[in-house]
Nanobody, 124 residues
Framework: QVQLVESGGGLVQAGGSLRLSCAAS????????MGWFRQAPGKEREFVAA????????YYAESVKGRFTISRDNAKNTVYLQMSSLKPEDTAVYYC?????????????????WGQGTQVTVSS
């Protein structure tokens, strides 16, 4: 059974940093792209960042470009999201997911498995 477990969320002041982790189990994900999405209260889920199967290519939403960094450790079946210069508008539940292919993708239908999410709250 495929399982994705996110961790690292919490409460942080604006301008602060957090590092999210997503541990995958149940299969080997090293051949697939992985991504992060988020959903704020009352809003639709939106794309945040994606990384290709090898880690060589990354892709970010404009709203987080330059502040967030996605990375992966295939040996540990884990993907990370380093978030810096956080803003109150970054407050959301963050979800990691596994792509259907090797390349970066930004659409939800391009992802198969989703974690349960981790809450990130940024206070002003």
């Amino acid at each position: 059974q495929v399982q994705l477990v996110e961790s690292g969320g919490g409460l942080v002041q604006a301008g602060g940093s957090l590092r999210l982790s997503c541990a995958a189990s149940g299969r080997t994900f090293s051949s697939y792209a992985m991504g992060w999405f988020r959903q704020a209260p009352g809003k639709e889920r939106e794309f945040v960042a994606a990384i290709s199967w090898s880690g060589a290519n990354t892709y970010y939403a404009e709203s987080v470009k330059g502040r967030f960094t996605i990375s992966r450790d295939n040996a540990k079946n884990t993907v990370y999201l380093q978030m810096s210069s956080l803003k109150p508008e970054d407050t959301a539940v963050y979800y990691c997911n596994v792509g259907r292919g090797r390349s970066t993708a930004s659409m939800q239908y391009e992802y198969d498995y989703w974690g349960q999410g981790t809450q990130v709250t940024v206070s002003s």
